[in-house]
């Protein structure tokens, strides 16, 4: 089973967590880590290695960090490019972690990667554009008479 890493500022992780655990219960070879004000970015990813070695059982490890660019999606990446079969995804959002554990059986970590950035760029709407649409499909519907 591929293993999950959750990591982002403060308490974007835990906070995701209880969310993903909420929708799609508790999960194995799932780990989530914070970013606090009290942690080095030494610290970080000493937590992050600690966490592929834990998780990795041979099918590999994807990292889901909240911002692209920040640190959490840097050590990640510092990770992903000196370990085998570990793989980055970054600016994730609830949806994309709570299908992570559905999705994460019977597939490869690069299927499970690009599976989850098709659900993340699915999920984000915006309702106002979304509500005209309905409407104006509702009006190209009436007959008329």
């Known amino acids: 089973m591929i293993g999950i890493i959750v990591s982002g500022h403060l308490n974007f ?7 993903a655990k909420a929708i799609a219960g508790e999960q194995e070879q799932f780990v989530f880590i914070d970013f606090l004000e ?11 290695r600690e966490a592929v070695a834990e998780i990795n059982t041979g099918d590999g490890v994807l990292f889901l960090t909240d911002l692209v660019g920040g640190s959490p999606c840097n050590r990640a990446m510092s990770i992903m490019l000196d370990t085998p ?6 600016g994730v959002n ?15 970590l690069e ?10 760029g699915s999920t984000m709407k915006n309702m106002r ?4 649409a309905i409407t104006a499909q509702s009006h190209d519907d009436e007959d008329g008479l």
């Open 111 to 120: 299927e499970l990667a690009e599976t989850l950035t098709e659900i993340g």
């Open 85 to 90: 079969n570990v793989e980055l995804l970054a």
């Open 13 to 19: 992780a835990t906070g995701m967590q209880s969310a």
């Open 38 to 48: 009290s942690m080095s970015t030494d610290d970080l990813e000493a937590k992050m």
């Open 94 to 108: 609830l949806a994309m972690i709570a299908n992570a554990a559905f999705e994460r059986d019977g597939c490869t």
């Open 129 to 132: 554009e979304e509500l005209k």
